[in-house]
């Protein structure tokens, strides 16, 4: 390759790595403002996965519309569903949605609710009881490969999420099934609801886990680094033969000082509102 090649490549990965930047620090905010408005929300779980959302929609997935059919489009599918508002940022922030309705989150009239409904264009899966998604992520990338789509499948779970019996049921009929179209990202943030994820239960040798059911395993150290989770997703879309599954390191609350790296989900309305009034 010529030298004048590699920096065009260079050129236009720094590119896409601002630009998903800037669709994170937009993120962040709209999930800020939807903790301003409805205190409910999953603020910790939201806030550590917004770069893997991110890093999936804007550099791994072919772009989408929310009305093409099934097979011709790749799936993202959030199987920790608590954590919808990052889904709902990242809608926003891409132009699916209009930006004044994440102040409605969770209204009973709103169309975005707690949790991700198909009711909604462009969530591909309803989800929210934890392992659900996962398992519906395995059935529709063997899907694709019967009707032998090209297109992919994108999951994201929590390490939580992973006590879930459910989750291991999939995990070896995918690697049985060699679902080479089919990646899981795990937000592997180290909480879960009562505390820290390997006090609760040991997850133990999580990557030796992985490996052992026939996966295709890439640890990402910093799961808040876009070119990190650029480099591990582009590596699953190489893989031949068995799935991929991406351990990405973060934390949990990232953003939002006063519960970064704790199991608190939970702010009050004024503080959203005074976080809001001073991010950049
Ligand atoms: C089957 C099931 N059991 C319990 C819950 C309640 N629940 C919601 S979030 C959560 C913790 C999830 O932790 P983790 O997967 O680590 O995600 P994080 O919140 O850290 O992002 C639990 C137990 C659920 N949604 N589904």
Redesign the pocket.
Known sequence: MSGGNTLLIQRTRDELINRIENKVKEMRKYIIEMASVEKTV?L??SM??VEILATIWFGAMKPRKCDEAPTEHDWLILS?G??VPAFYALLASAGLIPKHWVRTIRDIASPLQGHPDDTLACVDAPT????QGFSFATGVAKGLKMLKSERRVYVV?????LD?GEVWEAASTAAALRLDNLTAVV?W?G???DGE?HKVKNKGDLIGKWKSFGWHVIVVDDGHDVSQLLDALEESKKIKGMPTVILAKTV?GKGVPSIEGTKQQRISPSEAKHLLENLE
């Open positions: 999953h910790g779980s550590s996965v920790k608590h954590a929210g009881s934890l392992a779970l929590g390490d939580g999420e879930e937000d943030n909480f879960q609801l994820t949990r």
